[in-house]
Every structure is written in structure tokens, then in C-alpha cells.
């Protein structure tokens, strides 16, 4: 992938995550790359093009964060501090969540939750010592989940919100034991 070209990526990533589809405006990004308006449709044909590339580029982000969460220990500080810096992949997966009543939408969520959903529940058992099984800890996790995109924004998605988020969530799991 040329620079340009992961330029534009990067960029239209980073505005579908705050903004959503209706901010991918390519003119205001192309003044963001530091690029003309017209380079957008040398490598891109049009929106829907381009839209799939940021899709594939957010499989490609959660495999990424799916290997740290794996590799953490505890959720804090450990996940909290992989999730603060992955910060922007959360909020586009939140993006896609409001917007999946979009079949590509949808079906990317599905795969981003699986790919990073799958990891976290491991993790969150471990950390939480939680004799329910695989079954009610899915169940839960989606909940959690479900709450979790519901109450992330730019502003609170930090070390400190998550870890009230998680103490929070924690005592709820528990009175399901």
C-alpha cells in the first residue's frame, strides 16, 4: 500500500470512528492527507471503496488489539491500557454498532466482536475468579458489551473510566454466581 493511499486510510478511519459514515466527507479528509481531492479517486473509485477498505483496515486493527489482550494478565492495568491506546478502534467499532442495520456493517461487527470478544472473555474470567460457565460468561460478556458501546465517547474513554467501568461490571457478574 502506497503512503498516500495508508494516508487516506488512516485518516478516514479516524473520522468514521468520532463521526460515522456522515463524516467521510473527501474533501475535508484530502485537506487532512495533505493531498488534492482528485488523488481520492486514484485509489479509491468512490465511497463504498473506500468505506470497504476502512472496514477490512478495522479487521486488521482488532486482530491486532485480539494479540495484546491475549498477552495481558489482569484487566487493570493491563486490558485498560490496551484498550486507552486502541482507543480509536473501539470508537469505530462503536460506529459500526449504531449503524448495523448496514449488512457490511454488521457483518464486520460481528467478525471485530468474535476476533477481540474471545480474548476478553478468557481474560475477564481469569481476572474475575467467576464460577459461571463458558455459556452464562458470554451471555454477560455481550451485555457488558452492549453497555460498554452505549457509554464510550472520545471524552471518557480513559484509564480511569474504564477502570470504574470494570469495578462496576465485576460486581454485577458476581451476583450472578
Request: proline letters at 1%; a neutral charge.
Amino acid at each position: 500500500m502506497t503512503e498516500s493511499k495508508n494516508s487516506w486510510i488512516q485518516v478516514g478511519y479516524e473520522t468514521f470512528a468520532i463521526s460515522g459514515e456522515s463524516g467521510l466527507k473527501i474533501e475535508k479528509i484530502a485537506k487532512a492527507v495533505g493531498v488534492s481531492k482528485s488523488s481520492f479517486y486514484h485509489y479509491f473509485a468512490d465511497m463504498e471503496i473506500f468505506i470497504e477498505a476502512l472496514l477490512q483496515h478495522h479487521l486488521e486493527k482488532s486482530k491486532v488489539l485480539a494479540e495484546k489482550e491475549r498477552k495481558a494478565n489482569n484487566i487493570d492495568p493491563e486490558l485498560i491500557a490496551i484498550l486507552v491506546t486502541h482507543k480509536t478502534d473501539l470508537l469505530f467499532n462503536r460506529q459500526l454498532r449504531f449503524n448495523q442495520q448496514i449488512e457490511s456493517y454488521k457483518e464486520i461487527l460481528d467478525k471485530s466482536n468474535q476476533i477481540i470478544g474471545n480474548e476478553f472473555i478468557v481474560l475477564w474470567a481469569k481476572d474475575m475468579a467467576l464460577n459461571l460457565s463458558h455459556q452464562q460468561l458470554k451471555g454477560l460478556f455481550e451485555l457488558g458489551l452492549e453497555n460498554f458501546f452505549l457509554q464510550i465517547n472520545p471524552q471518557n474513554l480513559n484509564h480511569q473510566w474504564l477502570s470504574a467501568y470494570f469495578k462496576d461490571l465485576k460486581r454485577i457478574a458476581k451476583n450472578f454466581e
